[in-house]
Nanobody, 129 residues
Framework: EQLIESGGGLVQAGDSLRLSCTAS????????MAWFRQAPGLEREFVAA????????FYTDSVKGRFTISRETAQDTVHLQMRDLKAEDTAVYYC???????????????????????WGQGTQVTVAA
């Protein structure tokens, strides 16, 4: 399976960006798709996830009210609409799809990177203060 991310770039604080990720060559229909990010010198952290069936969403506290995750199920595409970007949002953003052995249904599970089997190569988001 291959995940292709797009939409990153350099913006000013307060601007918006929309990231997209399309999965191809799927062996199964993943339950959850998610976005993680990694800032320089820090560990990768969870940003948002969306479940396949009922579209339930989960967000880390720092992005609630500013970021929106959505999914085009037929195309196995997930988007991350980011608004009111801040300098601390600067990071490489990674798309991920859940593996076939789990079906996360809670924030605790869906935010755990160990349930995600496939990862994109990342797209850089830089927010200038």
């Amino acid at each position: 399976e291959q995940l292709i991310e797009s939409g990153g770039g350099l913006v000013q604080a307060g601007d918006s960006l929309r990231l997209s990720c399309t999965a191809s060559g799927l062996r199964f229909r993943a339950n959850a798709m998610a976005w993680f990010r990694q800032a320089p010198g820090l560990e990768r952290e969870f940003v948002a996830a969306i479940r396949r069936n009922e579209g339930g969403t989960f967000y880390t506290d720092s992005v609630k009210g500013r970021f929106t995750i959505s999914r085009e199920t037929a195309q196995d595409t997930v988007h991350l609409q980011m608004r009111d970007l801040k300098a601390e949002d600067t990071a490489v953003y990674y798309c991920a799809t859940e593996g076939p052995l789990t079906a996360c249904s809670s924030y605790g599970a869906c935010s755990d990177e160990r349930v995600y089997a496939d990862w994109g190569q990342g797209t850089q988001v830089t927010v200038a203060a």
